[in-house]
């Protein structure tokens, strides 16, 4: 079974960064995309940052230029750069791995982040 263990999340003071790690285990096919998801409170799930097989990234318009999404194929892990975090980015983080060929994605449990001002 795939599982999915997220880690990195915490409480930092706006401005500061955190780096959030997603490592993968179990019958996991080689061609997948990996991505960070969020939702805060009162709000959506919304897609953060995504990495597809080939390498390519794209990111929700509002962390643009402060987050860096990465991928360790040897690893298989994820990681989500943070930087320059701010209050509005606070929710609770979840990591997603979807397998190309069938359309099956796993996802973690979430870990928390929290930005205060």
């Known amino acids: 079974q795939v599982q999915l263990v997220e880690s990195g999340g915490g409480l930092v003071q706006a401005g500061g960064s955190l780096r959030l790690s997603c490592k993968a285990s179990?019958?996991?096919?080689?061609?997948?995309?990996m991505g960070w998801y969020r939702q805060a409170p009162g709000k959506q799930r919304e897609l953060v940052a995504r990495?597809?097989?080939?390498?390519?990234?794209n990111y929700a318009d509002s962390v643009k230029g402060r987050f860096t999404i990465s991928r360790d194929n040897a690893k298989i892990t994820v990681s989500l750069q943070m930087n320059s975090l701010k209050p509005e980015d606070t929710g609770v983080y979840y990591c997603?791995?979807?397998?190309?060929?069938?359309?099956?994605?796993?996802w973690g449990k979430g870990t928390l982040v929290t930005a205060s001002s």
């Open positions: 997603n791995l979807k397998q190309d060929i069938s359309g099956r994605d796993y």
């Open positions: 179990g019958a996991i096919f080689s061609i997948y995309s």
């Open positions: 990495i597809t097989a080939a390498g390519t990234t």
